[in-house]
């Protein structure tokens, strides 16, 4: 069955290991809180990744098939088990004898979700969803969830970093429609300097502290209109915007980040930013990516 021909959803990125399960689990309640399908695609090889590169036999060929088969059940099994039958999702499963991360971009196209763990197996027939994440976030057409772990910190804020740029709205306004989904506090962080406040002489980090909770401030108003449930508290701060999210995320359940922002003093960096907490945080990220209209997706 061609699963993914006429739908949107969240779409998972499979391949049996630990991170994948993570992600399934997360997944599932994601896409049970936004009443929207699940789609898990399990990708394989069809030459045996060694140099120079070689087709499988058909004995490996028939043992991949079989072991595809069997980590999609798995998953599909997991994300059963979490989604409960009061709660109803359809679940699709897919596998494609393809390279992982043109597959997933190309199915971005056609998802409000792309999710996949940080890191995979690397035997015959799984992807290395480490490199996947990162070729991901810089590629796909939706937001890309980066799962590590199953630890959920669930009264635990949302935490979004904002510099002003596009990019950064675009984590905004994904950052405020997930901590509403979840009754959850968002933290809103500014991570004033790029650079060590040590590195420039005679600063007054208090002028500039007063000027910068103002423009926060204004750019969160609207958002704070639109979602009044959501209560909001603003971090600002003289610090590397990499190591303040980092930090913020030891206690949150959900960091959300830009794919790239601006490159100046008072911005944060958040092409450099999104990568370094993708890798350095166990709390569960996305990186907001902007979603293809759906007038302009083409069925996979």
């Known amino acids: 069955m061609d699963a993914l021909a006429d739908r949107h959803g969240i779409v998972v990125g499979v391949d049996g290991s630990e991170p994948s399960n993570a992600a399934v689990v997360w997944a599932a309640h994601e896409a049970a809180m936004r009443h929207v399908p699940l789609t898990l695609i399990h990708m394989v090889s069809a030459a045996v990744p060694m140099y120079p590169e ?4 058909m004995g490996m060929g028939i043992w991949r098939d079989e072991d595809g088969r069997r980590v999609l059940q798995h998953a599909a099994k997991v994300a059963e088990d979490v989604i409960g039958a009061a ?8 596998m494609k004898c393809s390279p992982p991360v043109p597959t997933l971009v190309q199915l971005s196209e056609n998802a ?6 940080s890191h995979g197996r ?3 027939g799984r992807g ?24 959920t910190h669930p009264g635990a804020p949302v935490v979004v970093g904002i510099d002003g740029s596009p990019a950064s709205e675009l984590a905004t306004a994904l950052a405020f429609e997930e901590a509403s989904r ?3 506090e968002l933290k809103a962080v500014h991570a004033w300097s790029d650079i060590e406040a040590v590195e420039l002489p005679g600063l007054d980090w208090t002028i500039f502290k007063e000027d910068a909770d103002r423009i926060l401030a204004e750019r969160l108003a609207g958002w704070q209109e639109q979602y009044p449930d959501v209560t909001v508290r603003r971090v600002v701060v003289c610090d590397r915007p990499a190591r303040q999210l980092i930090e913020q995320a030891q206690s949150a359940q959900l960091v959300v980040v830009g794919s790239h922002g601006r490159g100046t003093v008072g911005a944060m960096l958040l092409g450099s930013v999104s990568n370094a907490v993708v890798h350095s945080t166990r709390t569960p990220v996305i990186v907001a990516r902007p979603v293809v209209p759906h007038s302009r997706r083409s069925a996979v």
Request: charged share 20%; proline share 8%; with cysteine.
């Open 122 to 124: 690397s035997a015959v």
């Open 112 to 117: 409000d979700m792309l999710v996949v763990g």
């Open 128 to 151: 290395l969803l480490g490199s996947v994440s990162s070729g991901l976030i810089r590629r796909a057409n939706c937001p890309v969830a980066v799962i590590r772990d199953e630890a």
């Open 54 to 57: 070689m087709p499988l036999s």
């Open 87 to 94: 709660r109803p999702v359809p679940i699709a499963t897919e």
């Open 182 to 184: 979840r009754g959850a």
